[in-house]
């Protein structure tokens, strides 16, 4: 099943409005890395070249510059809100930049380079980020454009919540019609979860296993390395997977 373009664009707009509305709050339960990421990142050379999609407030930026990170680092993200809280840690500009670009528009790599060239990342990070895209499409066409933006033996490295794996988080779901849409128009792994802290909000979430995660690799031209669960109080909120671009792509 496709989803229609109306209902990409329903989804894409609930969670815009969430950043858009409560961004700070939002931002004020992020000031700390998972345990997953800060496994993955304590893999990575202090002199590669990452970018890193949906940075946020900028926490993993301010991580990598506490252990004198001194490669090249580009923080991506679509809300102007989250970006001006991760411009305020005033990191050195000749290592760190950050740039608008919103996943759910065709183009959004462009902005990440000064030229008509697209830079080339020895690491694309994605945490907590592919599980607000709606539809296969829409996530397939983001892959498609990740993997041109990796060097030769780069790494794609992301994570998705596995709130599924939380009896506290079940309580968090909430009915389609909260937001104008029934489970007919949606697909399979698609919830809508809500967000209780300075206000009450909705958010579009896709729960993925990882059968959908390995089809996901094959029609965009990665193979995937590693896999493993973290975070939480039972270390299964997170799953996290390493991609490479698979032979012959």
């Not at 070249?49 to 004198?68: E, K, M, P, V, Y």
């Not at 060097?151 to 909260?178: C, G, K, T, V």
Request: proline share 4%.
């Amino acid at each position: 099943m496709s989803l229609k373009p109306e209902t990409v664009a329903a989804l894409v707009t609930i969670n815009r409005q969430f950043y858009q509305r409560l961004a700070k709050d939002f931002s004020a339960t992020r000031l700390r890395l998972q345990p997953g990421v800060q496994r993955v990142l304590a893999s990575i050379p202090n002199q590669a070249r990452i970018l890193d999609i949906g940075c946020g407030n900028g926490t993993l930026a301010l991580s990598l510059a506490a252990r004198s990170f001194n490669g090249s680092y580009v923080g991506l993200d679509f809300s102007p809100e989250l970006l001006e809280e991760a411009r305020r840690h005033a990191l050195p500009e000749s290592v760190f930049a950050f740039r608008t670009g919103d996943l759910s528009q065709i183009g959004w790599e462009n902005g990440l380079g000064q030229s008509k060239r697209l830079p080339s990342f020895d690491y694309v990070l994605a945490f907590a980020v592919l599980h607000h895209l709606p539809g296969g499409d829409l996530r397939r066409q983001v892959m498609s454009a990740v993997r041109n933006l990796l060097a030769p033996s780069a790494q794609f490295i992301h994570s998705e919540w596995q709130f599924l794996n939380s009896p506290r988080l079940h309580l968090r779901i909430q009915p389609w019609d909260r937001a104008e849409l029934s489970a007919n128009e949606v697909e399979a792994g698609d919830y809508l979860l809500d967000w209780r802290r300075g206000g009450f909000s909705l958010r579009y979430v896709h729960h993925f296993d990882t059968a959908e995660l390995v089809s996901l690799a094959a029609q965009t031209g990665f193979s995937i390395r590693q896999t493993f669960l973290a975070d939480g109080e039972n270390h299964k909120l997170g799953l996290y997977q390493v991609w490479a671009v698979a032979d012959g792509n």
